[in-house]
């Protein structure tokens, strides 16, 4: 019996001792794990420790308010796009945006709303159910909710020319409301097809000028200026007319018309448009 003592003593201090240097050698590796690895410098410490940037979007939105059209009940908001030094204004109707929503949803599918595809503000609420859809309050809401979905829009979708419906929306523009100058940074900012050849000043002094006896056709979208009958006014192949003067200077910056954007001044060995032929 005190053999057997002694043996079952000597298997438990065995036991106490490994369990001891057990959780010697534990607390040790949790140290190691803890603390920073000496072999490594504190630089790639910096670089592991900063978050992931995000892409910064190309365009930016802004609502800059809202009008009752003149006909009909709907609403018109105006928005001004930016991209880098150009602006624009683009005048949209809540159901456009509406439809440029649903053009998504089809193109990257209804699972998007989980990825970070926003949500579309409501179409309706209680207070234009009470109030009716042209509620000063309820309109300046929408146009808050409208500022944050695109702006979640822009960060969900930050190359906006890689996305057809998006750009449509936002770079169809009503250039009569744009003055010559924001006509120029436009043409800069939205880039061309590809590299153009300067048109010979013979040939820009070759447009046919309009006849004397046609009435006045407005205003020169360039300039926005009207076009009198005993001023130089030029005919693009395409039929808009404007000021010499203006549409020389346009066509040394882009050979496009400013309205249809069909070729302006035909270089020569170039076949005419299908409009044109017509």
């Known amino acids: ?110 699972s998007s709303m989980k990825a970070g595809l926003p949500k579309l503000p409501p179409k309706v609420t209680c207070r234009s159910l009470l109030f009716g859809q042209q509620d000063q309050r309820f309109l300046q809401m929408r146009a808050l909710q409208m500022q944050e979905y695109f702006e979640a829009l822009l960060r969900y979708i930050p190359f906006v020319d890689q996305c057809e419906a998006l750009r449509e929306f936002l770079c169809s523009v009503d250039v009569s409301q744009m003055s010559y100058d924001a006509l120029l940074d436009l043409e800069q900012a939205m880039g061309r097809g590809g590299p153009e050849l300067r048109v010979d000043a013979q040939l820009i002094a070759a447009l046919p000028k309009r006849e004397v006896a046609s009435k006045c056709a407005g205003c020169c979208v360039i300039c926005q200026e009207p ?30 018309c400013c309205v249809c954007h069909s070729m302006a001044v035909p270089q020569p060995g170039d076949c005419p448009d299908v409009g044109e032929m017509d």
């Open 1 to 110: 019996k005190l053999s057997r003592l002694k043996t079952w003593a000597q298997f438990g201090a065995a036991c106490a001792c490994g369990r001891q240097a057990m959780s010697s050698r534990c607390s040790r590796c949790l140290e190691r794990c803890v603390s920073p690895c000496p072999h490594r410098s504190s630089n790639e410490h910096e670089v592991a420790a900063l978050p992931e940037e995000e892409e910064v979007p190309e365009y930016s939105v802004q609502v800059s308010g809202f009008e009752p059209a003149r006909r009909g009940r709907h609403v018109i908001y105006t928005l001004t796009i930016r991209r880098g030094n150009a602006h624009w204004p683009i005048r949209r109707r809540f159901r456009q945006v509406a439809k440029l929503h649903e053009q998504l949803l089809l193109g990257f599918g209804r």
């Open 227 to 256: 076009m009198e009958k005993d001023e130089d006014v030029r005919v693009l192949p395409c039929g808009h007319e404007y000021h010499f003067e203006c549409i020389s200077q346009w066509i040394h910056e882009s050979n496009t």
